[in-house]
T-cell receptor, first 114, second 113 residues
Framework: QKEVEQNSGPLSVPEGAIASLNCTYS??????FFWYRQYSGKSPELIMS????GDKEDGRFTAQLNKASQYVSLLIRDSQPSDSATYLC??????????????FGAGTRLAVHP | DADVTQTPRNRITKTGKRIMLECSQT?????MYWYRQDPGLGLRLIYY???????NKGEISDGYSVSRQAQAKFSLSLESAIPNQTALYFC????????????FGPGTRLTVL
């Protein structure tokens, strides 16, 4: 079982719709959770971090965390063509200690079509 | 100016050559990381470092070595490059305890022929 799993996609949504990206993780003791956006050939850039169960909203983005189900998701409202990218889920496992090591999923490719 | 820089940005080399990829940061972070990214495999950790005296192997360190010359500089070396080391390489940094976000450099695209 992979430590952090994401559907590779592509997830295709029309412009203006809500895109829902999902991620599951295996380490029940994981503490910190991140969503990164990566455009083709570019470096990952942080969109959201979430540490507690529930929802966290930032503009058009909402991260949702359910530690009991070991599940974290990212909702993108009013999706735009510029949101087309690969979204990486990253988890800081319990064994990371002070090193802040992250385990990354392989990413979900999102395509927003006009 | 970028907080995390990587040189070179692109490199084509031949099998058996020694290659060094360099990373510098102005964020004042103490933790630094090297990753490689291959299509469909996501980011995999090669080496990570807490400070100049602390170097640790990641999940795929074979064939690679690193040097932490200063708090702000972390270099990755391929002693004898092979074609399956063709990949996109990223350096990342992270700050003090309690702020565990990693910030990435622009990447180096390495091709080994």
């Amino acid at each position: 079982q992979k430590e952090v799993e994401q559907n590779s996609g592509p997830l295709s949504v029309p412009e203006g719709a809500i895109a829902s990206l999902n991620c599951t993780y295996s380490d029940r003791g994981s503490q910190s959770f991140f969503w990164y956006r990566q455009y083709s050939g570019k470096s990952p850039e942080l969109i959201m971090s979430i540490y507690s169960n529930g929802d966290k909203e930032d503009g058009r983005f909402t991260a949702q965390l359910n530690k009991a189900s070991q599940y974290v998701s990212l909702l993108i409202r009013d999706s735009q063509p510029s949101d087309s990218a690969t979204y990486l889920c990253a988890v800081k496992p319990m064994f990371s200690g002070g090193y802040n090591k992250l385990i990354f999923g392989a990413g979900t490719r999102l395509a927003v079509h006009p | 100016d970028a907080d995390v820089t990587q040189t070179p940005r692109n490199r084509i080399t031949k099998t058996g050559k020694r290659i060094m990829l360099e990373c510098s940061q102005t964020k004042g972070h103490d933790r630094m990381y090297w990753y490689r990214q291959d299509p469909g495999l996501g980011l995999r950790l090669i080496y990570y470092s807490f400070d100049v005296k602390d170097i640790n192997k990641g999940e795929i360190s074979d064939g690679y070595s690193v040097s932490r010359q200063a708090q702000a500089k972390f270099s990755l070396s391929l002693e004898s490059a092979i074609p399956n080391q063709t990949a996109l390489y990223f350096c990342a940094t992270s700050g003090v305890e309690g702020t565990d976000t990693q910030y990435f450099g622009p990447g180096t695209r390495l091709t080994v022929l």
